[in-house]
């Protein structure tokens, strides 16, 4: 048996290549991932900052609908609204634009733009169609995330060049945030808000006035409440003055500047004026020196009011500033006193004395005469005024005075005089028995018709007389006539002739008697009633 023997074989170890072969296929999810690296980076890089705005309402805000504003450009938009735990109040959570960063600051503040319609105009009409929307007014400071929104939407609402100033006065009427201010009839600003101040005695209003306007607010610029029309009565009488028509809907402010300033004479911003309640009380000159004095009338002052000028022959030296009441208790007397502001720096004193002062200059004045006296500026209003002048023969007559001022000597009206006069008899008639006085009047008047009826009966008996007295004077000339005829029959001489002729004489004699009479009473039927005048 023949052994199989294997051929001898030679080996050797082939080389193994153990470095990794990288696949095409790996590339499609490497690119994926790099493209989804670069998504997540430009989106967080491009994505802006997410803020929340608390608001008092969230009426007309929409989630994912509500956009956020500046100057008409989107901004951001509303990603989440949620009610607060006070129950008060709601938060919005907004995602803002990259572009925004800068705007967000302490400072800025937010608002909700809803259509509005007032006496200052109409606004947000837009919104009608596109709905709410929040608007911002960027403002500088630190970064912030967290804020208030404004119930009311900031009168000045983006940052306007021009300045603010404050204006003083103890009543703002109808005026408000968004009343204009005007220059000129040209409207040049507004009012952004007003305040009480600490001491309550007057109300400060802060207003902005646009470049380049801001320039003519100077030292002794004059502001006044321009309300359209303004009657006004005084003792000149009524005047009207009036002003543009959105100022007389809402209300509004005037200034003007006074021709003594000059360009250089600008002002610092936030600078204090006064608001003066009218453009005539604007006009006024100011004057700082002044002297109190206070004035005893003792007669009405109705039509007197504080304001009230005090006139020298015309020209107005002062104003009334108070009026009061004080009447003794003891004597019952009532006195007014009338409290007034005298500014000397109305008058030029001529030919001054060296040695003489002010209040001696007013002392001598006074010893010469000078008083005062209500007198009637206008008889169509009533009003009254003081008036100064001289009355050589007035006397002084002093009152008991606890005001602390010099007290000024007055005069009584003349025309008051003749009224208190007639007053005064008025009165005594009105005392009269005036009833016992007409039931008397009344008795005399039917006794004088009485006596008037029993005159007309006398003069009908006269005239009955008087014509007896022709019938008798016709008899007695035929009587005459006859006894002519019987004595040119007598014999002449004998007795029967001459007692004939005796009786033809005693006829004439009588016949002239009867006649005299007669013509007496023709002229003078009364005598029959009164008897003959004494000559």
């Not at 109305?346 to 001598?364: A, C, G, P, S, Y």
Request: glycine letters at 8%; aromatic letters at 6%; a negative charge.
């Amino acid at each position: 048996m023949n052994d199989f023997i294997e051929p001898a074989y030679e080996t050797t170890h082939a080389p193994i290549n153990k470095k990794p072969e990288f696949h095409l296929i790996w590339l499609l999810p490497l690119c994926a991932l790099l493209v989804t690296g670069w998504l997540i980076y430009k989106t967080m890089s491009d994505k802006g900052p997410e803020i929340t705005i608390t608001f008092a309402s969230a009426d007309g805000l929409e989630i994912d609908k509500t956009k956020i504003k500046y100057l008409d450009v989107e901004i951001g938009k509303v990603s989440n609204i949620v009610i607060n735990k006070d129950l008060k109040t709601i938060t919005v959570t907004a995602e803002m634009h990259k572009e925004s960063r800068d705007y967000l600051t302490e400072n800025t503040q937010f608002w909700v733009v809803r259509p509005k319609i007032g006496l200052n105009g109409v606004s947000g009409l837009g919104t009608l169609v596109s709905g709410a929307y929040i608007t911002i007014k960027p403002e500088s400071g630190k970064s912030e995330d967290h804020f208030t929104g404004l119930d009311l939407a900031p009168v000045l609402k983006t940052n306007a060049q021009g300045k603010k100033f404050i204006l003083e006065t103890t009543n703002i009427g109808s005026m408000g945030p968004g009343t204009p201010i005007n220059f000129h009839g040209i409207t040049v600003g507004e009012v952004l808000e007003y305040e009480l101040a600490p001491n309550a005695d007057n109300i400060k209003l802060t207003i902005f006035v646009n470049a380049p306007y801001e320039q003519f607010i100077r030292a002794n610029t004059r502001f006044w409440i321009d309300s359209g029309i303004n009657l006004s009565a005084g003792a000149d009488g009524f005047k009207l003055r009036t002003g543009p028509l959105s100022a007389l809907l809402g209300g509004g402010i005037a200034f003007r500047t006074s021709p003594e300033d000059k360009a250089e004479d600008l002002v610092p911003e936030n600078t204090s004026f006064q608001l003066f309640d009218d453009y005539e009380l604007s006009t006024q000159v100011i004057y700082h020196r002044t002297i109190k004095v206070v004035m005893y009338f003792d007669e009405s002052v109705r039509g007197l009011n504080v304001g009230a000028p005090v006139l020298l022959r015309g020209i107005p030296v002062g104003k009334v500033t108070g009026i009061n009441l004080e009447i003794n208790a003891k004597t019952s007397e009532i006195h007014i006193p009338v409290m007034v502001e005298v500014e000397p720096e109305r008058i030029v004193v001529v030919n001054k004395q060296d040695n003489m002062n002010l209040n001696q200059n007013i002392e001598h004045l006074i010893s010469k005469g000078l008083r005062a006296q209500l007198q009637t500026g206008s008889l169509l209003t009533g009003q009254l005024f003081v008036g100064l002048d001289l009355f050589p023969n007035s006397k002084i007559v002093s009152h008991p005075n606890n005001t602390g001022y010099q007290e000024f000597p007055t005069t009584a009206n003349p025309v008051n005089q003749i009224a208190n006069s007639a007053q005064a008899v008025l009165d005594k008639i009105s005392k009269l028995p005036l009833e016992t006085m007409t039931s008397e009047i009344n008795k005399t008047l039917e006794s004088l018709q009485g006596t008037s009826k029993a005159a007309t009966a006398t003069l009908v008996t006269a005239n009955g007389t008087m014509g007896t007295l022709d019938q008798t004077m016709k008899s007695a000339d035929k009587t005459m006539i006859s006894a002519q005829k019987v004595l040119t029959t007598l014999e002449p001489g004998s007795s029967t002739q001459y007692e004939l002729n005796q009786l033809l004489q005693e006829l004439t004699q009588t016949a002239n008697s009867v006649k005299q009479l007669t013509d007496y009473l023709q002229t003078h039927p009364d005598s029959l009633i009164r008897g003959k005048k004494e000559n």
